[in-house]
């Protein structure tokens, strides 16, 4: 099997973004320009990936660090066929060379596919597209036999050429051998005083080399980011190829246009739905029959078969289990957890904390650092004070306690079975099961009160 050596090309550095950060570092759904062209060309098998970086350097790098990719460093931009040059030494005769752009995010790996199938010894591939307005970009010249002579970029082309519809993508396949060959033969002699990597058409076609074109089955997939009006459209293309995704596998969208993807699902029940506003970051894992309430952000969780999670609310981190009730206006984060049928109701935020089976906080509470049982009661605005300004500690409540509201359990402290807390206590010594435990002073009525009068 040949050896594809893809190189994307990354080293520009984006002006019309008008931003301190690299272009091909802003993000579409959360994750990098760079990052989607990456993710998309792992897809092919047999690919060893390098990014020429330029503009950016090291914290184009950095953004990357984790995965496996081959730095070329092109310290000056000088063109794209520059651009290539600097990666010579990697290339191989037998390999087959994939061009890629950083900043054109959303294309698919089926093309890609497409495209690489249209490589041989005596032929290059050639990504191209027809535009109702192909102003700046390289145009594709034809001859008579509509065999693709050479492209002519928007700077150098002449009245005529600038009338062809079909551009050039910048995205090509061509083997090593010839590439190596004729990238060494560019010279920047044209209107941007740039190495052209398209002038290596023109030589393939002079040296008997045909060049296949292919081309993209939506031209979304081959829009480059250049500004931030761009940017968003291409945000927007991305969420709306999401919606269809998720309603394919059998999800209801209540406006597939108001809803944002930025991750992938582990996996997706059947009959979930989803009201508007919604968004999914990071990896998600989603039973069936589950219900997700407008305006509600769910990241990196796992929710289990028929949760109804009420509007507003915010599942962070967390582990859901089967027919738990969330929200309204709950917030789950870093390590709360969730056993089965729990009931987490409005303003009430659970962090790293373990609720077992059948246990309701219903409103109004913090519960931080505790370990709560089976069949507990949390009664409205009960507050777990895990933290004493430097040291966290933990709260242990034990299978069916009832806590009184407005309680405050100062850590570490531990509530054993069934025991009863009244309303409004201090708890700040571990209570003993069953029983009631109350730490309220007694209240008294003065009967002979006189209201103060004003003076
Ligand atoms: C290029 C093509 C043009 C095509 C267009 C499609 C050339 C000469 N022209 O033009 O035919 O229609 O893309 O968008 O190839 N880059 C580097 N180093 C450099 C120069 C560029 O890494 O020295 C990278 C950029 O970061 C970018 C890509 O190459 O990702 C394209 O560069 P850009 O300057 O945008 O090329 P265009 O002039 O748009
Ligand atoms: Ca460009």
Redesign the pocket.
């Known amino acids: 099997m040949t050896t594809i050596k893809t190189l994307i090309?990354?080293?520009?550095?984006?002006t019309r973004m008008r931003s301190a950060l690299p272009?091909?570092l802003h993000k579409i759904a959360n994750r990098s320009l760079l990052e989607h062209v990456y993710k998309t060309s792992k897809q092919i098998d047999n690919n060893e990936v390098s990014v020429?970086?330029?503009?950016g350097g090291e914290l184009v790098k950095d953004s990357l660090s984790m995965l496996d990719v081959n730095w070329v460093h092109?310290k000056?931009?000088?063109?794209?066929?520059?651009?290539v040059q600097q990666a010579e030494s990697i290339i191989n005769d037998a390999d087959t060379v994939l061009i890629l752009?950083?900043?054109?995010p959303l294309l698919e790996s089926a093309t890609i596919e497409g495209l690489l199938h249209k490589v041989t010894d005596e032929s290059l591939a050639l990504l191209t597209v027809q535009l109702d307005d192909p102003t700046?970009?390289?145009?594709i010249v034809r001859d008579k036999d509509k065999q693709v002579v050479k492209?002519v970029?928007?700077k150098d082309a002449n009245e005529i050429d600038k009338l062809i519809n079909e551009?050039?993508?910048?995205i090509l396949a061509v083997k090593g051998k010839n590439l190596k060959k004729w990238i060494s033969q560019l010279n920047s002699n044209n209107a941007?005083q740039?190495?052209?990597?398209?002038?290596i058409i023109e030589m393939a076609v002079k040296s008997g080399v045909i060049v296949n074109t292919h081309q993209p089955e939506s031209e979304d997939e081959?829009l480059?980011v250049?500004n931030r009006k761009q940017l968003s459209y291409l945000e927007r293309v991305y969420q709306a190829k999401q919606a269809d995704i998720l309603m394919e596998a059998g999800v209801t969208l209540f406006d597939p246009a108001r809803i944002d993807c930025r991750g992938e699902f582990a996996s997706l029940g059947q009959d979930i739905s989803v009201d508007i506003n919604v968004i999914f970051e990071g990896c998600n894992q989603i039973g069936n029959n589950v219900t997700i309430g407008a305006n509600t952000i769910i990241n990196n969780s796992i929710i289990a078969d028929n949760v109804q999670i009420l509007a507003n609310s915010i599942i962070d981190n967390a582990i859901v289990g089967e027919g738990c009730r969330i929200g309204p206006f709950a917030r789950l984060r870093q390590q709360a957890e969730l056993a089965n049928h729990v009931h987490i109701g409005n303003f009430v935020e659970i962090k790293k904390s373990t609720i077992a089976q059948g246990s309701k906080v219903n409103h109004l509470s913090y519960i931080g650092d505790a370990t709560i049982g089976r069949g507990v009661n949390i009664g409205a605005g009960t507050i777990t004070c895990n933290y004493d300004g430097v040291n966290k500690f933990r709260t242990t409540i034990e299978d069916g306690v009832f806590i009184g509201s407005d309680t405050q359990l100062i850590a570490p402290v531990t509530v054993a079975k069934n025991a009863t807390i009244g309303a409004g206590s201090t708890i700040t010594k571990d209570t003993p099961e069953g029983g009631l435990t109350l730490s309220r002073a007694k209240q008294i009525s003065l009967k002979n009160w006189q209201k103060p009068v004003k003076k």
């Open positions: 090309l990354a080293a520009g550095q984006g272009k091909v020429i970086y330029g503009h092109q000056e931009q000088l063109g794209t066929g520059h651009a752009y950083g900043d054109v700046g970009y390289g145009r492209i970029e928007q551009v050039n993508t910048g941007q740039e190495f052209y990597l398209t002038d081959v480059g250049n």
